[in-house]
């Protein structure tokens, strides 16, 4: 019976009565199997040897897996400041022509993201008539049907991210994401998170004094 050395350990080639005990076919497979292992450890020594002769290149190599591959791998062919500031220059967009915008950007998948419909309605309907300041939500990070159906529940004009290229100018990583953006395309504020709804104000009113006060004069 065939002790099955080499699947066991590939470092260890099976032995002389096994070999005689098995059919041509299998010592053909053994043989080519034993191949490739013996194959594999010589490239894996020559690897870690010319690493060891080369510390310098081991630096480098450290350095470029750490830093410059991932920038490689998961970079966005997008340039933020165009992608974002194109609707201040673009006709008939909720940005344009406003000194800042504020950019919702929401999941149709996403939970909080459904429980805010209603806020975002409400500080839309606040905004709408502003001359200063801009209001869009964007629609990403799902198929279209789900996304022009999501779309749908909002009072503002959306735009759907289809090629993810907002997503990736903002480097959006949670859902939802509020961004307060100016023509130029530069993120001044990152506007999330808890705030306290003050007494005699609505929910947008409360969110706008706790975020904007020091811009109060655009609203």
Request: charged share 25%; hydrophobic share 40%.
């Amino acid at each position: 019976m065939y002790c099955g050395a080499p699947i066991r350990d590939p470092h260890k080639r099976a032995c002389k009565p096994c070999l005689e005990k098995l059919s041509p076919e299998t010592k053909k497979r053994l043989i080519a199997f034993e191949a490739r292992e013996s194959t594999r450890m010589s490239l894996a020594g020559d690897f870690f040897s010319f690493f060891r002769d080369r510390p310098g290149a081991f630096i480098v190599a450290v350095f470029v897996c750490a830093f410059v591959l991932p920038k490689l791998l998961f970079r966005f062919p997008y340039d933020a400041p165009s992608v974002i500031s194109q609707g201040f220059s673009t006709y008939g967009d909720a940005c344009f022509r406003k000194k800042r915008c504020l950019v919702i950007y929401v999941a149709p998948w996403c939970g909080a993201c459904r429980g805010d419909v209603s806020f975002v309605n409400e500080l839309h309907e606040r905004l709408k008539s502003n001359l200063n300041v801009g209001f869009k939500v964007v629609i990403g990070i799902d198929e279209l049907p789900n996304l022009q159906e999501f779309a749908r529940k909002y009072s503002a004009r959306t735009h759907l991210d289809t090629d993810g290229a907002i997503r990736g100018a903002l480097n959006i990583r949670s859902f939802p994401s509020f961004f307060w953006v100016t023509d130029e395309g530069k993120i001044t504020k990152h506007p999330r998170g808890n705030y306290v709804l003050l007494p005699g104000k609505t929910q947008s009113e409360s969110y706008i004094e706790a975020f904007f006060a020091d811009e109060r004069e655009l609203f």
